[in-house]
Each structure stands twice: as C-alpha cells, then as structure tokens.
C-alpha cells in the first residue's frame, strides 16, 4: 500500500476521481463501498470463482481471464510488502 498522504495534489485528484468514476460505473459510492465490503466478506478471494463472476447485493462482477489462486496470492502479498 502507498502512503495516502506522501503523494502531491495532482495524484490525489486523479485517484480521487478515478475512484469516483468507478463508483458512478456501479450506481454510486453506496453500491460502490457495498461491493468491497462483499468482497471482503467472502470466504475464498473472488477472482480465483470458476464461473468468472461475483455476485453481490446490487449486481454481479463478470471477467474473462482465468486467474489462480497462487497469482492472487502473490498479488496480495506484494500490496502488502509495499508498505
């Protein structure tokens, strides 16, 4: 993870509306934090499902590449190990 508050404005602005742009793709902010938390909550990491999707409250997430579980795993290690 990188330090929120070591990066210039110009950065932050563009997370900031990257991430709103995000939150606008799935109906809103609510809808957006809802989609993390389920994320979250669930037991195996979404991305390793056979079907390729997620369902969730308000919607599903679909995507078309394969990804295993040591890839996730080792994806999640290097965010950690960056902070």
Known sequence: M???NS?????????RKQINDCAQSLGGKNYFLQ?????RAEHNHPLITKD???????GI????????KDKVQLLIKLL????
């Open 52 to 58: 390729l999707s997620f369902r969730f409250n308000h």
């Open 2 to 4: 990188i330090d929120y």
């Open 7 to 15: 990066l210039d404005d110009a950065t932050k602005e563009r997370l």
């Open 80 to 83: 950690k190990n960056i902070s």
């Open 61 to 68: 997430v679909k995507w078309k590449k394969v990804i295993f």
């Open 35 to 39: 989609l993390l938390e389920a994320i």
